[in-house]
């Protein structure tokens, strides 16, 4: 039995672009996009292109419904500019339409006037942006042969 | 002149396989790229492990370079393994053929399948202008 193919597709990508103002600041799972069922992924990447001035702690997971931090060994830090490349995703298939998307982590810097120096309360942040990408090629898809 | 307002799309060719396509020892055809394919990376993904009796190994590769791409993919372990895209064979001066050879030391088994994904690029091919 063959296994030969010589459909070629394009590669897709789910591209989502999040600021300060987009995120929502309570910790619960935020959909992004519905990838679709046959979805195999090959990876991707989450870029902070401009630290989030955040008075406190500020971090991001990304992963499905079911587990909210799948392609996020650890929070992302969006106080700090940066791209990490994603974890766990390469090879992952998705077996029915799945939700992706963001959950973040949030909190503001209490005052503490009897520290020493005393602690003056966070504040939310007024800048702050960044993007994911998730790559993927689809199951017995075929958008053309060789050209 | 270098600059080039021509960008192009990303391809992928995706070929799932199962034990039973693969024998043993054997270079199995699963795509050719013609002249100018820059492979960019891909995933050989094992997907059901082998139940084979003895060890159980994957390579990919080109005709005259069978695991040049991948090698020792254990076949009986579930795992995504990256392939590696450096060296000469990466751009293709030629029409090619790439494939699978699995290396299986004992008796066949009744369960394996795994996906191979090759990602590339074509030199001087233009999907749409930019800039």
Wanted: hydrophobic share 40%; net charge negative.
């Amino acid at each position: 039995m063959s296994i030969a193919q010589s459909q070629t597709q394009k590669v897709q990508a789910v591209v989502i672009p999040f600021d300060f103002r987009t995120l929502a600041t309570e910790a619960a799972f935020q959909l992004a996009r519905l990838v679709p069922n046959g979805a195999l992924l090959l990876g991707g990447a989450i870029t902070v292109s401009t630290a989030f001035d955040t008075g406190g702690t500020d971090e991001l997971d990304f992963g499905t419904a079911a587990d909210p931090d799948a392609y996020t060994s650890s929070p992302i830090d969006l106080t700090a500019p940066g791209t990490t490349a994603l974890t766990g995703a390469a090879g992952v298939i998705f077996t029915g339409d799945t939700q992706v998307g963001l959950t973040r982590n949030y909190e503001l810097t209490e005052a503490d006037p009897e520290a020493e120096p005393p602690v003056e309360a966070g504040e939310p942040p007024t800048e702050g942006e960044g993007v994911i990408v998730l790559r993927y090629v689809l199951l017995n898809r075929g958008d053309g042969q060789y050209q | 002149m270098l600059f080039n307002r021509e960008h192009q799309f990303a391809g992928a060719v995706v070929v799932p396989f199962a034990f039973s396509d693969l024998g043993t020892g054997t270079f199995v055809p699963a795509l050719n790229l013609p002249t100018h394919a820059v492979i960019t990376g891909g995933l050989l993904v094992v997907t059901e492990v082998s139940n084979s009796s003895s060890t159980d190994t994957l390579a990919f590769g080109l005709t005259g370079a069978p695991t040049g791409f991948a090698n020792n993919v254990n076949f009986k372990a579930l795992a995504a393994t990256a392939l590696t895209v450096t060296g000469a064979n990466v751009a293709m001066t030629g029409p090619s053929t790439l494939g699978i050879t699995r290396t299986r030391a004992g008796t066949e088994g009744t369960t394996g399948k795994g996906v191979l994904v090759v990602q590339y690029v074509l030199a001087g091919r233009a999907d749409f202008p930019h800039g």
